[in-house]
Structure formats: structure tokens, C-alpha cells
């Protein structure tokens, strides 16, 4: 009796071999179109359907890819602008393209840092107008200083006065 292992060997020997050996039938479809399939064709087909010799001499030989049943790409090889064929890019078209890609990308960062900036400084005077706000608020008599450079203690005109202003500003800065 053989052992499992000798089995197996014979097992795979005899598929490597089946692969080895399998057919390939070539023949052309209703629509004009040559077909390579490893299954014998239908019994429609236009002509008669060969068998190709997979091996030669020096190893086995490519098998042509076998068409899918899938549709056609109707853009490929084409340039969607126009219809008409692509055509490869010339170093100079290229070296513009990526000069063009560079400066756009050196624009959105500088646009970008602008913004950073000024979200901080928002940022900045949201903090100060709410704290203003929550001192105006508290009651606590707050001073300021004239133009002479004399203190007053703000009255309850001035006050409201300046309460209307630390909103209006925490309404255009803190967003």
C-alpha cells in the first residue's frame, strides 16, 4: 500500500501534467471578433474552430489573453476635451505643467498661512472681548483713561455703552 505522501506526489503530478496538456480553441465569433477559450466554441461560430498548440520547443507558449464579456471602455486612448487621440506630453509641456502645479501648490500654502493667521488673531480678540464682557458685567466699578491721561470710573451710560461694544466685537471675532 502507498503512503499518503506518495499519493500526494502522484496526485500532483498528474494535475501538473492536465495543465500542461490543456487545449486552447481559436476561432471567430458572430461579430467578426477571434476568440481564445480553453473550452471547445459554440456551434454558431463562423468557420472552423482550430485547436492551438500551446507548447513549442523552447517551453510553453503565451496564451493569448481571452477577451471579456465586459463592454468597452469608449474613453480609453482618448482625450476627453477634444474626442480625438491622446497624444504623450513633450518635456517642455510636462516641465509647464509641473512649474504650474508648483506655483499653484506655493499659493494655497500662502493662502493658507494668511488664514492661520488670521483665525489666531480672532481667536485672540474673542478671548479679550469675552473677558472684557464678563469684568463689564460683574458690576465692579472698571476705569479707564482719558486722553489727558486722568482716570475715570466708567457710569452706567458708559458702561452699557461699552458692553454693546465687547458683544458687537465677540460677535465678529468669535465664529
Not at 481559436?26 to 466554441?41: A, H, L, R
Not at 500551446?54 to 482625450?79: F, H, L, N, Q, Y
Request: net charge positive.
Amino acid at each position: 500500500m502507498k503512503t499518503p505522501i506518495q499519493l500526494f506526489v502522484a496526485l500532483a503530478v498528474l494535475l501538473a501534467a492536465a495543465t500542461v496538456t490543456a487545449q486552447v480553441y481559436k476561432w471567430v465569433d458572430k461579430d467578426g471578433k477571434v476568440q481564445y477559450t480553453d473550452i471547445p466554441p459554440p456551434t454558431d461560430v463562423k468557420g472552423t474552430p482550430k485547436r492551438v498548440d500551446t507548447r513549442s520547443a523552447s517551453g510553453p507558449a503565451a496564451i493569448p489573453a481571452v477577451p471579456t464579456k465586459s463592454a468597452p471602455d469608449k474613453d480609453a486612448g482618448k482625450d476627453t476635451a477634444k474626442g480625438a487621440p491622446a497624444k504623450p506630453l513633450t518635456l517642455e509641456e510636462r516641465s509647464k505643467e509641473s512649474d504650474k502645479r508648483r506655483a499653484e501648490r506655493v499659493e494655497a500654502e500662502k493662502k493658507a498661512t494668511e488664514q492661520a493667521k488670521l483665525d489666531k488673531a480672532n481667536q485672540e480678540r474673542c478671548k479679550e472681548a469675552s473677558h472684557y464682557l464678563r469684568d463689564l458685567e460683574t458690576g465692579r466699578p472698571i476705569s479707564t483713561t482719558d486722553d489727558a491721561g486722568e482716570r475715570k470710573i466708567l457710569d452706567d451710560a458708559a458702561r452699557s455703552a461699552e458692553v454693546a461694544r465687547a458683544r458687537s466685537a465677540m460677535s465678529q471675532s468669535c465664529k
